[in-house]
Nanobody, 127 residues
Framework: QLQLVESGGGLVQPGGSLRLSCAAS????????IGWFRQAPGKEREGVSC????????KYADSVKGRFTISRDNAKNTVYLQMNNLKPEDTAVYYC????????????????????WGQGTQVTVSS
């Protein structure tokens, strides 16, 4: 089966940093645009960032722009989300997902276009 596994979450103080990883199991990530999403308790899932299949294009939500950086290493079949200057508002479960190939290999923030999802990793920003 096509599976994604997130890791790297944890508890961090405001202003701290974390790096999340998204590893693929059962398939190669190379053809896929990959998105990072997050969901806080009682809130809808929202797009955080995405990266095209080639890595030549990235997008960020306004709330994280300048603080988060998405990258990928196709040789390692892994996508990363570097999160710096974390804020309490960043507290959420973070998910990575692969966009369905029929929608293309570019970035998209539309949830319905992502076919394969990881289990999520908890990020808590608190003093």
């Amino acid at each position: 089966q096509l599976q994604l596994v997130e890791s790297g979450g944890g508890l961090v103080q405001p202003g701290g940093s974390l790096r999340l990883s998204c590893a693929a199991s059962g398939f190669t990530l190379r053809p896929y645009a990959i998105g990072w999403f997050r969901q806080a308790p009682g809130k809808e899932r929202e797009g955080v960032s995405c990266i095209s299949s080639s890595g030549d294009s990235t997008k960020y939500a306004d709330s994280v722009k300048g603080r988060f950086t998405i990258s990928r290493d196709n040789a390692k079949n892994t996508v990363y989300l570097q999160m710096n200057n974390l804020k309490p508002e960043d507290t959420a479960v973070y998910y990575c997902a692969a966009r369905a190939l029929r929608y293309g290999s570019s970035c998209s923030g539309d949830l319905y276009e992502y076919a394969y999802w990881g289990q999520g990793t908890q990020v808590t920003v608190s003093s």
